[in-house]
């Protein structure tokens, strides 16, 4: 299995950040083995009747990293490249997010190798709750509580409550975030992931001496994490100049607007042929000079033939994993970039998602402004700590912030000891 892993190339280079941070922190062999490796990798086959009415079997995958400090939490998501090693390196970057964050979580993730834009509601309604039929014995609000990611959105998060609620027999709530408001889910939480890209961009920024109505950013995907991220920005006073999505990429010099883009992506599913923009190579995009690039689509989006490249003064990490480990010490050995690595940058959908986990546990609701107003706050504390551990230790943010996430789950290993 090990090597079934490793042979990913996306879980090859989570292993990599860690096995890099284990010699930082000079873990000893028996804790760093035990906090690599994730504790469950579950694979599922999903058949399910098409709208044609034949039958056609998807993949489906669930990985929980380590359940040492708490249930487990992470999105689930579709689209046709998932492969158990990726949603293995997601599970893993997930479980360094959460401790860093200093949220009672381990960390998982989910997929099902799917093309949703090529399926039917009824035919997302149909692999969606076999899926969740599957995933029963294994999720819960102690044990797991998956989200929603690439693909998903809260309507499959209901779909799955009301499997869970179904068996059952009442509702329970708990047993996923990320759902809609009126089936108990946190006002907040569709933006928080863009929210906090957004929130700390500009935090940086502040650092850096530049006043958000004076900068210009660039953001590389326009699904939910990237949409909200620009639209925060550009609420904050950034002029976003050019954005991107699977479609191409625009641009326009005096910045866009980005509530008539949304609007325009809802009615035609893509940013391409925005009226008040002109085209641009999706590469090119990404080496404009700008103030902020936010990477928010795929992972290793930025390899080391582009790191050289890049004219931004801050490197927004929205999405999970967008920069190799190459481009990383490209960026670092340069020093004129400010890195916010994603395990900080696009924790603000699990942190809100642990904000509504909690409300359900006790059955209560926050106002929308409460939800953000407490995103930020912790946001900004963890950016602070990493910022502080990074001068004292003299090493790069990315390495700060992984050496803090991973030391927490490592002396938590450490205190309960190994059964038996």
Not at 61 to 89: C, F, N, T, W
Not at 223 to 252: C, P, Q, R, Y
Request: include cysteine; proline fraction near 5%; charged fraction near 25%.
């Amino acid at each position: 299995m090990r090597e079934t892993l490793l042979a990913n190339q996306t879980f090859a280079m989570a292993a990599e950040q860690f096995e890099q941070t284990a010699d930082f922190l000079d873990l000893e062999q028996e804790v760093r083995e035990r906090c690599k490796w994730p504790k469950r990798l579950l694979t599922f086959s999903l058949p399910i009747r098409m709208d044609d009415g034949r039958t056609e079997v998807f993949f489906g995958y669930r990985v929980q990293h380590h359940l040492s400090r708490g249930p487990v939490k992470g999105g689930i998501r579709y689209h046709p490249d998932v492969e158990l090693g990726e949603v293995a390196a997601l599970a893993m970057w997930m479980n360094w997010k959460c401790a860093l964050m200093k949220l009672p979580y381990g960390g998982a993730k989910g997929g099902i190798a799917c093309n949703p834009r090529e399926m039917s509601r009824g035919e997302q309604e149909r692999l969606t709750r076999r899926f969740a039929q599957e995933l029963l014995p294994f999720i819960g609000e102690n044990i797991d509580v998956p989200a929603p990611d690439m693909g998903t959105n809260a309507q499959t998060m209901a779909w799955i409550l009301d499997v869970a609620s179904t068996q059952a027999g009442y509702l329970v709530p708990g047993v996923v975030t990320g759902k809609p408001v009126e089936l108990q889910g946190s006002k907040g939480r569709t933006q928080a992931t863009g929210h906090g890209v957004a929130f700390a961009a500009t935090r940086a920024l502040s650092r850096l001496g530049i006043k958000a109505k004076d900068s210009s950013a660039v953001i590389q995907g326009f699904g939910n994490v990237g949409s909200h991220a620009a639209e925060t920005l550009m609420f904050d006073g950034v002029s976003v100049k050019g954005v991107s999505d699977v479609g191409g990429a625009i641009w326009n010099d005096g910045g866009l607007d980005i509530v008539k883009l949304r609007a325009y992506v809802r009615e035609t599913g893509s940013v391409v042929g925005f009226p008040e923009s002109e085209v641009i190579d999706p590469q090119e995009l990404l080496c404009q000079e700008v103030d902020i690039l936010a990477p928010c689509a795929m992972e290793r989006a930025i390899g080391k033939e582009l790191a050289p490249k890049l004219r931004c003064k801050v490197l927004a990490e929205g999405a999970n994993g967008p920069t190799t480990p190459e481009a990383d010490a490209i960026i670092e050995e340069r020093g004129d970039i400010f890195l916010i690595p994603d395990v900080l940058c696009n924790a603000g959908g699990v942190t809100v998602s642990y904000f509504e986990w909690v409300q359900n546990l006790q059955r209560f609701s926050w106002t929308e402004r409460e939800v953000l107003t407490k995103l930020e706050t912790l946001l900004a504390s963890t950016f602070d700590r990493m910022v502080s551990f990074a001068e004292a230790r003299k090493c790069g943010h990315r390495l700060a912030a992984l050496a803090l996430g991973i030391k927490e789950v490592a002396d938590v290993k450490k205190t309960r000891g190994l059964y038996p």
